[in-house]
Structure formats: structure tokens, C-alpha cells
């Protein structure tokens, strides 16, 4: 028994005690009340611990960050002086940025892969904005691609917005069913077919134009086209006398017929009115010419272009479509066919009041071959501002453009001129040793240049101005139905 405890049970036992034992028992109260005091106060100092320790083990990171190569991972927040800049500045300083897109105004196309938000394009906004000086484009890629895909999604979405479709060159037939569903017309020219286009339609006139310019302007465009009828049929460019001999019997013919027709202009280039013939000798002149345009009246593509129009162009529907698979094979057929059919539908669209139109040229590498096609080609890209005309070019390589004629040729610079004209610039899968010349024809990066040989069904690289995006195109399955190739494409030659 220890002394306080004694001590204790003695006041309990006595009832009386004396000051001395008191005064023990108080001190030895006093101490127990101390010690309690300390152990209770210890069993709270290590309750604390515990629970420190605990709390401790709980925390992933420790609050100042961690050291070393795990440095600046830390929960508190990281403060650094804030910095402006422009998005130019920062492509150099933090090069992972994504481009921010056209914005959302427009025809959706798909998917942009760098950033994964929709990208959409609409040609005509991007002209308002001034993000672009011409609302041309080309789309080059490998046969399969996705190519005509892309053209028919971007088209058919538009006529939602109110514009116009008119499809100049279709050497496959593809375009059809479309033009069809939406509600639109295919022509289809052939042998046999019973559409046929008279190319010396004076075409729709515009609002505001006087007689003499009217008058003016059709001889211009007869003149012209003719002109290059005949140098494709011929395959070399017109002397001067053979040019007055084709002006006489075109003057002769207009002014001798309500509706002139091509089977008159070469019967008066046989056969000159006296009137007309200064020198007795224009039919000598006019004969080669002659002999060439015959076979537009007589020859293997008669019944095609020698007569009135029996289809007429209706500017209210909303699509349009020259479907020219049934000369396809015949490439002479085709670029003559191609040259009439292209002057008809300028003709007709040659109307600053028309609206927005797509005008799509589908294989056109198949055109490029044609100085004269070309000629007409890069006129009508310079007029398209002017007319509200967007056109489309769709190849198959860059190099298409490259062999156009000789180097330093007259037609090798209207095709880089309608590269130049053509600030949209979309790059499908490209066979590897197409990848110098494109990318040097294109200005592409090494990193988009070892991109293009990886691209799949859809993808393309589309270059605007000098931004460029990576692009998945995306069709909605009723579209992919409408937009299948898959069969024609396995026989298709380049
Ligand atoms: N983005 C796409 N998604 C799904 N199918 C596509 C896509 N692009 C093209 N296709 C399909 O692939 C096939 C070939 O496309 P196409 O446009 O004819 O190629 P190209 O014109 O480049 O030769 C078509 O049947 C088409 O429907
Ligand atoms: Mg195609």
C-alpha cells in the first residue's frame, strides 16, 4: 500500500485526524491530480500523432511538391507571372497548339484530327472574311481516296444553304444519282443519247446589259469557242488566214439564221458568200478548218452538238450535271464534248445575279491535257469571284498540273495560274514518289509530307492559304449509300 493511499484510508477510518496528516493527504491529492493530468495530456499529444501520421500516409503529394525530377507536381497552386501574346508568338513558344478552325459558319465536313473538333468550310464565308482571295479549290489524291466523296458531301450540304450545283465534267457517270435525288437534272451526252447541247446558244442574258454589248459578248464567245474546237480538232494552233476564214462563216451564219448551228458555220466555210470573199480565196483558207469541224456535223460525234438544244438550262433547279461516261473512253470525243458542253454551261452561267454556285470538275485530270480546255478553264477561275462562282478541280496528283505541255510553255503557266487561283488546297493519299513534287509544289512541312502516303479512307490534309488542318471526312450512311463508288472505282484507269 503505498504512504498516500495509507493515509487516505486512515481519514476514512478515523473521522478525525490531525493538521499534519491532512496537510500529507492534500499533497499527496495534489500529485495524483498532477499525474493524471500529464497522462491525460500525453494520450492526447499521441492521439494527435496518430493521427498526423495517419493523415500523412493519406496525402498522395506532400503540400510544398516533390523534389527532384518530380518537381512543380504539387496541389497548391503554381504561380507565375501571367504573359499575353499573340497566337503567332505562341506557335513558336508552344508549338503542340492546335489550330483554332474556320469557325463554325458553314458546310460541315467532318472531323479535324489535331484538335478533334468538327471542321467546317464553306468557300464563300471564308471570301467575306477575306481569309481567302477566290473561292476556288483543288482536291488531289490516289484513285479511291475519298476525292468525289468529299465533293459531293460538300455540295449536296450546301444546297441547304441555297446554292447551286452544276457538275462541268463527270467522266464517270458518279455524279447522276445525285443530281437526281436532290431533285436536279443529269444530261447525258453520247452517241445515241438524246440530249444535245448547241453550243452556239447565246445563253442567259444578264439583267442590265445593253444590246451592243449583249451583241458584243456572244460574238466574243461564239468566236471563241469555235476557235477552240477547232484547235482541238486539229491539235495544233489556227494560221491568221484561217482565223478570218472562221470569223467570216461564223458572221455569215449568225446573221443568216435565227438559231445558229455549227453544220451551217462549216457550210459556209466551204462554201463563202461572194460577198465575203475579198480575195476568191476564203475557201481555200477556211478548209482545213472546215474538214476539222465536220466531224462535229458528220463524223463520230454527230447528233451531239449540231442542232438546236433540246435541253434547256433551267437556272431554278438546284443541280446540274453533264455526265460524260458515254464518251468517257474516247478522249478526243471527251475534251470536244468537254469544250462545247463547258461553253453551254458558262453561257448560262455567266450570270452575276445567279446566286452561289459549285461548279465541280471531276477527273479533270482528263481535261489538262487540252490547251484549249485549259484556257477556258483559267478564264472562267478568274471570273468566279465576280459571278459568285466556286470552282472545284479534282486530280489525281500534283504532278497532273506539271504535265501540262513543256516547261516554261504558255499552258504550263495557265495551269499554275489555276493552282495560284485555287487557295484551298486539299491533299488525299499520295502515292510516295509523288511526295517531293507535292510537297514542293504545296510548300508542305516535312511532317505533313510523311503524313501523306499514311492517309486513310476520307483523310485529307487541307491546306488554306497557309493554315493547314487535317481532316476527316464524315458521311452520314444515307450519303456514303448515295456516294458509293466502291464497284466502278476497281476498274477505273489512270
Ligand atoms: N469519308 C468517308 N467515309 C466513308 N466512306 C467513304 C468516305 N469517303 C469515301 N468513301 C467511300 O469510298 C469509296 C471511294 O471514294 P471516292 O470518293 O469514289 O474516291 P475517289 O474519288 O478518290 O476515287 C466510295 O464508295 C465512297 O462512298
Ligand atoms: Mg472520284
Known amino acids: 500500500m503505498s504512504r498516500e493511499q495509507r493515509v487516505h484510508t486512515a481519514t476514512l477510518t478515523t473521522g478525525h485526524e490531525p493538521g499534519s496528516v491532512r496537510r500529507a493527504r492534500r499533497r499527496a491529492a495534489a500529485t495524483v491530480l498532477a499525474r493524471a493530468r500529464q497522462d491525460g495530456l500525453q494520450a492526447a499529444q499521441e492521439r494527435l500523432a496518430a493521427d498526423r501520421a495517419e493523415s500523412r500516409d493519406l496525402q498522395f503529394l506532400p503540400r510544398s511538391g516533390d523534389h527532384g525530377p518530380a518537381a512543380l507536381r504539387t496541389p497548391i497552386r503554381f ?9 503567332a508568338i505562341w506557335g513558336a513558344a508552344y508549338p503542340f497548339l492546335a489550330e483554332g478552325g474556320l469557325g463554325a459558319d458553314g458546310v460541315f465536313v467532318g472531323r479535324d484530327l489535331h484538335s478533334g473538333s468538327s471542321f467546317v468550310y464553306d468557300p464563300w464565308v471564308l471570301y467575306q472574311r477575306g481569309l481567302v482571295t477566290a473561292p476556288n479549290m483543288v482536291v488531289a489524291g490516289i484513285v479511291g481516296a475519298g476525292k468525289s466523296a468529299l465533293a459531293k458531301a460538300l455540295y449536296t450540304r450546301s444546297l441547304a444553304f441555297g446554292r447551286r450545283v452544276y457538275i462541268a465534267c463527270d467522266p464517270k457517270g458518279e455524279h447522276t444519282p445525285i443530281a437526281e435525288a436532290v431533285g436536279g437534272k443529269a444530261i447525258a451526252l453520247g452517241p445515241g443519247m438524246p ?34 474546237l477547232t484547235e482541238t480538232m486539229l491539235d495544233r494552233p489556227l494560221h491568221p488566214v484561217e482565223h478570218t476564214a472562221l470569223d467570216v462563216a461564223l458572221d455569215t451564219t449568225v446573221r443568216t439564221s435565227d438559231v445558229p448551228i455549227l453544220p451551217r458555220v462549216v457550210h459556209h466555210l466551204l462554201a463563202p458568200e461572194r460577198a465575203d470573199d475579198v480575195d476568191g480565196r476564203l475557201a481555200e483558207d477556211g478548209r482545213h478548218v472546215a474538214h476539222a469541224l465536220r466531224r462535229l456535223v458528220r463524223g463520230d460525234l454527230a447528233g451531239l452538238f449540231d442542232g438546236p438544244s433540246t435541253v434547256r438550262f433551267d437556272p431554278s433547279l438546284p443541280m446540274l450535271s453533264l455526265d460524260l461516261s458515254r464518251v468517257a473512253e474516247n478522249n478526243n470525243a471527251l475534251s470536244v464534248l468537254m469544250t462545247c458542253a463547258s461553253a453551254w454551261l ?136 448515295l456516294f458509293e463508288t466502291g464497284t466502278r472505282a476497281s476498274g477505273e484507269t489512270q
Open 79 to 87: 504561380r507565375v507571372p501571367k504573359h499575353q501574346d499573340t497566337s
Open 195 to 228: 440530249a444535245r447541247l448547241n453550243p452556239l446558244d447565246e445563253g442567259h442574258r444578264p439583267s442590265g446589259t445593253d444590246d451592243a454589248t449583249w451583241h458584243a459578248q456572244v460574238t466574243a464567245r461564239r468566236r471563241t469557242l469555235v476557235g477552240a
Open 346 to 481: 458558262e453561257a448560262a452561267l455567266a450570270d452575276p445575279d445567279g446566286g452561289q454556285r459549285w461548279v465541280i470538275y471531276d477527273e479533270a485530270w482528263r481535261l489538262m491535257a487540252h490547251p484549249a480546255l485549259l484556257r477556258r478553264m483559267d478564264a472562267h477561275w478568274r471570273l468566279a469571284r465576280h459571278y459568285g462562282i466556286a470552282n472545284m478541280l479534282v486530280f489525281h496528283r500534283m504532278s497532273d498540273l506539271d504535265n501540262v505541255g513543256d516547261a516554261g510553255s504558255a499552258q504550263r503557266s495557265l495551269a499554275a495560274s489555276l493552282l495560284a487561283n485555287a487557295e484551298t488546297r486539299v491533299i488525299y493519299r499520295q502515292e510516295a514518289d509523288q511526295l517531293g513534287a507535292t510537297a514542293q509544289t504545296l510548300g508542305l512541312t516535312g511532317t505533313e509530307t510523311t503524313l501523306l502516303p499514311t492517309l486513310g479512307l476520307g483523310q485529307g490534309l487541307w491546306r488554306i492559304r497557309n493554315r493547314s488542318f487535317l481532316v476527316q471526312a464524315q458521311l452520314h450512311p444515307d450519303e456514303a449509300r
